[in-house]
């Protein structure tokens, strides 16, 4: 069957925006594929899985800076209006999220190199792995609620983010302890300090993801607003019901 | 003197990208002068003006979103053409940089209101301080370059992001031996260690400033590129020159 030229084009246009969604899910479940690893390469310690995540990461960047270029092609290209305009900018920003958690990845994988070479007991990362496994949820939430636009979801899921920066704090009070206790210790345990500032990080832009989700689906930009006044002014209801 | 109504909306429209520059290059004023000012309260210890700090930071916040509003309205109504959409999302991303920055120049305000109100002492902070002196001449210099459009300036200011990595591991060697000869420093020294990840972090957004002026002079892309890379493709010869 004929089609219009308008269709032809819309249809076209309706395809490249179904890539572009396609494309960042594809860089979200790389960058939870790191995290995974490096968690891994955690609990049965593996220099190269560490070693891998480390290499992978150049991939990640290289999605960013792709996936970036066919959102300035979009808009050169196409003009789109409201609702598809907000899609693409989402989008521009998510990306860059994905990008700095795949640079926290590589930096806890770094850690774990440090860890194994050096024979860091493995002790000092049980806090850590504990709290990463935690990110990661958050991470797997946030990525979720955006692929499922459901801005109820994101609401639920960035309110993880104080959970992750109490569990921090409490992994930080003990490794603190284990340096009093031992000052011989104390390089190896401020690995262990760097691999949680990263995780913790990994939760914020995990927070950012859930704030572009909503900013997507309701058109309202909430950053700097607090969770239960987006919640009311949102009509959402609470969060545990999403 | 009439004038077309074609000429009408194009002044309008140079008018908005002027105006959007200029709060962009507002916001970046407001970001170095917090920047100063947390300096200024470690030198000379001054509980009010790190509070001062931590308070303004919302107003960064706040501009942030508004700019970031000021530039979807933009791309909505006006369908920039190539030159200007990238000076727009340029825009719309060095002000993420500028907001983050703002987020660690806060944290560092709280570091020092916790040094001033637990007696911690000054000598922590020496490295620190000199470290975010280096940190804020890169800002200073990355703004310019972007403010001047001056794509060898930015490539000349990107180059300051390894020296100050640099500077970091040589100020975080200096603290490890502080918590090594008095267990009792530990603590302390851990909130310089915070100040001191904050300020490279702060080097890190500069330097993707950086990145942004020069994406917006020469229409490349050149994160994840190296710097000499960078300086041959786009023959802007040494960066010395700038």
């Not at 860890?115 to 990463?132: K, Q």
């Amino acid at each position: 069957m004929a089609m219009s030229h308008t269709q032809h084009i819309s249809q076209q246009f309706d395809k490249e925006l179904e890539d572009l969604r396609a494309h960042v899910l594809a860089m979200g479940g790389l960058v939870e594929e790191q995290l995974s690893k490096v968690l891994e390469a955690i609990t049965h310690p593996n220099l190269e899985l560490a070693e891998q995540v480390v290499e992978a990461d150049a991939v990640v960047n290289a999605l960013e800076v792709k996936i970036d270029a066919e959102c300035t092609s979009i808009l050169m290209r196409r003009q789109p209006a409201a609702g598809d305009l907000r899609l693409v900018l989402a989008i521009s920003k998510v990306i860059t999220d994905l990008e700095r958690i795949g640079d926290e990845t590589k930096k806890v994988a770094r850690v774990i190199i440090n860890m194994i070479n050096t024979g860091s007991p493995r002790s000092y990362y049980l806090g850590v792995l504990s709290l990463g496994h935690h990110v990661k949820r958050s991470l797997r939430a946030a990525l979720d609620a955006f692929a499922r636009m459901n801005s109820r979801a994101a609401l639920a899921a960035s309110r993880e983010d104080p959970e992750v920066d109490r569990e921090t704090e409490a992994v930080m009070r003990q490794l603190i302890t284990y340096m009093m206790e031992d000052p011989r210790a104390i390089r190896g345990v401020l690995d262990a300090v760097v691999a949680v500032r990263a995780f913790e990080r990994i939760g914020d832009h995990a927070a950012n993801i859930c704030e572009k989700a909503i900013y997507l689906v309701e058109g309202k930009d909430v950053r700097h607003v607090a969770l239960d006044q987006i919640a009311q002014e949102l009509n959402l209801g609470s969060a545990e019901e999403a």
